[in-house]
């Protein structure tokens, strides 16, 4: 084998192995995905509830005009529900992530 063979094998290999390097040393557990992603639609949540306003009165008949806010907060929650399931199984198949998917 000649040395110029030799220097542009070896030249081949050491590229792999550095990208090979780059590609394990760049993927991250799932779960701190799955943390971040759950805190953020906790938050969501939790700031939807804080446009609830405190009925003023004891009849039903007080609650009439907080129907459509609460109404808009149960279709959000059920929204953000189904995307929260949905990520939830994505997470599942998933094993393990990298700055492309966090982007």
Known sequence: MSPE?????????SRLTTL???????????????????GV???????LVLELKI??????????????????YVLSFIYIGIYWNNHHYLMHIVHKVNGAVLW
């Open 5 to 13: 063979s030799y220097l542009t094998i070896h030249s081949h290999v």
């Open 20 to 38: 090979q390097n780059i590609a394990t040393v760049n993927f991250i557990g799932k779960g701190r995905l799955e943390a971040f992603s759950d």
């Open 41 to 47: 639609l906790a938050i969501i949540i939790t700031i």
């Open 55 to 72: 009925p003023h009165g004891n009849s039903l008949e007080d609650l009439k005009p907080l129907l459509p806010v609460f109404m808009s």
